[in-house]
């Protein structure tokens, strides 16, 4: 009686729980409290397990979302300052070449 109790402190509540799955998560000696769990349910162990690999495979697609929406992003921004310096290059090309043509008009005709 005195080790169930002792394994139901640490899954007593929904707060003590959540404590519990993130030591699981962050595989704090979370086998310690398995095998005791355990020992009252044979099949907690899958719970968990399932828990550690679900969950790690959310952190995951989420930190790789996080790394690709910012190289997408920054491949925008990399993309609009190519633009600016184009449209900046064909202006400066566009007023050299204006001189151009007309330092080549001699009689001011325009043609």
Request: glycine share 4%; hydrophobic share 45%.
């Amino acid at each position: 009686k005195q080790r169930i109790e002792e394994t139901l402190v640490i899954l007593d509540g929904l707060d003590k729980f959540m404590f519990t799955l993130v030591q699981v998560l962050t595989q704090d000696s979370f086998h310690a409290f398995m095998r005791e769990i355990v020992h009252f349910l044979p099949w907690a162990w899958t719970f968990f397990y399932a828990y550690f690999a679900i969950a790690c495979l959310v952190l995951m697609n989420l930190v790789t979302a996080i790394i690709v929406e910012n190289a997408m992003e920054q491949s925008s921004l990399d993309h609009e300052q190519l633009d600016k310096e184009r449209a900046a290059k064909d202006k400066r090309e566009m007023r050299h070449l204006n001189t151009l043509f007309n330092g080549m008009d001699r009689d001011g005709s325009g043609t």
